[in-house]
């Protein structure tokens, strides 16, 4: 609620205003003046009156620095609170908040049983943005006069911020004074909200709808309420009669979507969003928020692709812009079918051919959910068209590193490194691609690169141990991990490939498992660390215990060759020499070049 707050000054407007400066000969000045000077016992000199009278006529004409003079003049006469009021008012007026709080402050310490003075002071606080003292002070105007509600208000204003519950408290307080008020009652739901007590702001607005049951603004606003709650049937309730009503309200079908959506029933709300969809004068970027938005939820559950490919094309009757194009080809793509997606990528080029932030966007998109080949198709269009570019050549190296193409993933990488020399992605990327493509000493000169930018980053640090160790320079591999966990003593990874190379070693087990322990205990689920555990205990001779983790291992994870290796040694420290065989077959099976595989075929192992 917008409030006025109005100033009273005594009748003296009928003295009239005149042109310039005159001074009014008063002998005998009336109650009221004399009561804003402070003082009913106290009669003032004809010249002090007569220049308070002056300064209130020049403040009634809004000629503030005119009324201070004046004000000044009768202040030095007779320093009375009321005479400072006027002339804290005045400075208040013109903005000049120093002078107006030195005077005011006068005011309420001369006299301290003026309500004015006090919304005064507080009025002024308030403008410096020194709220605890304006608190202060309306708390002192509210013990003096209780039922003053504008004090209220202005309190629970002050208060919203940093102590809303206080605010809900006093605004409860004037709601008991004055009755149900629109404005107030609004506040309160809001303060709710923030505060996540969506039912006590959905009991606010219920109040409201007391007031004015037809609203639909407000039938709307506790459907919202009640859809954060998670009280969904009553949100639906609600925008389901609205819909009746209003057929064409877009608004309440969006919301409706929304519930929808929260209840994880995607498809239902793609009957509202299609309705939207067909209406005329939809603004685009509307429209591609809503195909957007499922193009994304179509990445982790496919059933909605059919869906998304239907909004896309509904919206592609009505454009040609490009990136309907760019997501009609990554549809394409989830649907299996490169041709339709390599046509649409191609128009989407021919009409944007300048545009590489789309190709950027979309292959991230895919690789942020863990879709690297597909991520891969789309970067390998990019490329053909923005080979310089930085993003589209690490995008693409990241997505083949990720699908374990080593080699096509060097050459892009690279090109991302000399592109952008310190860019710690790219530079940690290639690094990690050289290692596993066994070129270890390449890979720590660029590993190197990137600890001189950022020497503490663990991830780097974590990435240089693992080569340290493939390399089998034990000292440094034991540094460069023991230096990793002193910056973060709870990485997974870090505790999980430390251990591992401890548990190779055959020393520290006991710290091995120590730190394996924890990895687990962040990551219960990873194939590689209960592998790990698995190992540790194996180096331990509890085989009962290594067998244990190295099936939960191959459960997780699936079949991988190195996890089936440790399977078959178990099984042969077991005496299940013929089990064992038949494990690490299925293993060279899958890792044919492994020679180790092939000798444990055919002696065993000690």
Not at 33 to 44: E, H, S
Not at 206 to 214: A, E, F, G, H, K
């Amino acid at each position: 609620m917008t409030r006025i707050f109005v100033f009273f000054l005594p009748a003296l407007f009928l003295f009239g205003c005149a042109a310039q400066k005159s001074t009014v000969k008063t002998s005998v000045p009336n109650d009221s003046t004399i009561d804003l000077l402070g003082d009913k016992d106290f009669n003032p000199s004809a010249e002090a009156l007569d220049q308070f009278i002056n300064g209130s006529l020049a403040e009634a004409k809004g000629d503030y620095a005119e009324a201070i003079i004046d004000y000044q003049d009768a202040l030095r006469v007779n320093p009375k609170p009321g005479i400072y009021f006027a002339l804290a008012k005045n400075y208040f007026y013109l903005n000049k908040l120093s002078l107006a709080l030195e005077n005011s402050r006068k005011a309420v310490a001369l006299d301290s049983t003026k309500i004015d003075f006090y919304n005064l002071l507080s009025d002024i606080y308030s403008a410096g943005k020194q709220f605890d003292s304006a608190a202060v002070v309306l708390n002192k105007l509210i013990q003096l006069d209780s039922s003053d509600v504008d004090a209220y208000y202005k309190l629970a204003r002050i208060y919203e911020e940093n102590k809303p519950l206080s605010a809900i408290n006093i605004y409860n307080k004037i709601t008991e004074m004055v009755g149900p008020d629109w404005n107030v009652l609004i506040r309160v739901a809001e303060l709710y909200g923030t505060l996540g007590n969506f039912d006590k702001a959905a009991a606010s607005i219920n109040q409201l709808l007391t007031i004015d049951p037809s609203n639909t603004a407000l039938q709307k606003l506790l459907a919202e309420y009640y859809q954060r709650d998670k009280k969904y049937d009553s949100a639906m309730k609600i925008i389901n009669e609205i819909i009746d009503l209003y057929p064409e309200d877009l608004d309440a079908r969006e919301r409706k979507a929304q519930i929808y959506i929260d209840e994880d029933k995607w498809k239902e709300a793609a009957d509202q969003y299609s309705f939207i969809l067909q209406r005329p004068g939809i603004p685009f970027e509307a429209k591609m928020r809503i195909g957007a938005t499922y193009f994304e939820q179509s990445l982790k559950d496919s059933t909605l692709t059919p869906v998304t490919k239907k909004f896309f094309e509904a919206i592609d009757k009505d454009t040609t812009n490009w990136m309907v194009k760019m997501y009609l080809g990554a549809i394409a793509i989830n649907e299996k079918n490169d041709s339709a997606a390599i046509k649409e990528f191609k128009s989407a080029t021919n009409l944007a051919s300048w545009n590489v932030e789309a190709w950027v966007r979309l292959g991230g998109l895919y690789f942020d959910n863990h879709k690297y080949e597909d991520a891969a198709k789309v970067m390998d269009e990019a490329i053909k068209s923005f080979p310089e570019d930085f993003r589209v050549n690490l995008i693409l190296g990241l997505s083949l590193a990720q699908s374990n193409k080593n080699e096509e993933a060097k050459t892009y990488l690279k090109k991302a490194v000399d592109l952008e020399p310190k860019d710690l992605n790219a530079l940690s990327a290639y690094s990690f691609t050289l290692s596993q493509l066994k070129e270890n000493d390449d890979a720590i000169i660029y590993l190197k690169k990137a600890l001189a930018i950022s020497p503490d980053d663990v991830n780097l640090l974590g990435t240089l141990g693992l080569i340290y160790d493939a390399q089998k320079n034990w000292t440094k591999c034991d540094s460069v991990y023991s230096r990793a966990l002193q910056l973060d003593s709870a990485n997974a990874l870090v505790n999980n490939n430390y251990a591992y190379s401890l548990s190779e070693r055959g020393i520290k087990l006991d710290e091995a498992l120590r730190m394996s322990k924890i990895a687990l205990k962040l990551d219960s689920a990873n194939s590689a660390y209960l592998d790990t555990m698995g190992w540790i205990y194996f180096k331990m001779g509890n085989y009962t215990e290594a067998k244990n983790y190295v099936q939960k291992a191959l459960t997780v994870g699936g079949e991988k060759p190195d996890i089936l290796d440790h399977l078959g040694d178990i099984e042969f420290k077991m005496g299940n020499k013929d089990k064992a065989k038949s494990i690490w077959k299925k293993a060279l099976d899958m890792d044919k070049n492994n020679n180790d595989l092939k000798e444990k075929i055919e002696k065993g192992i000690s």
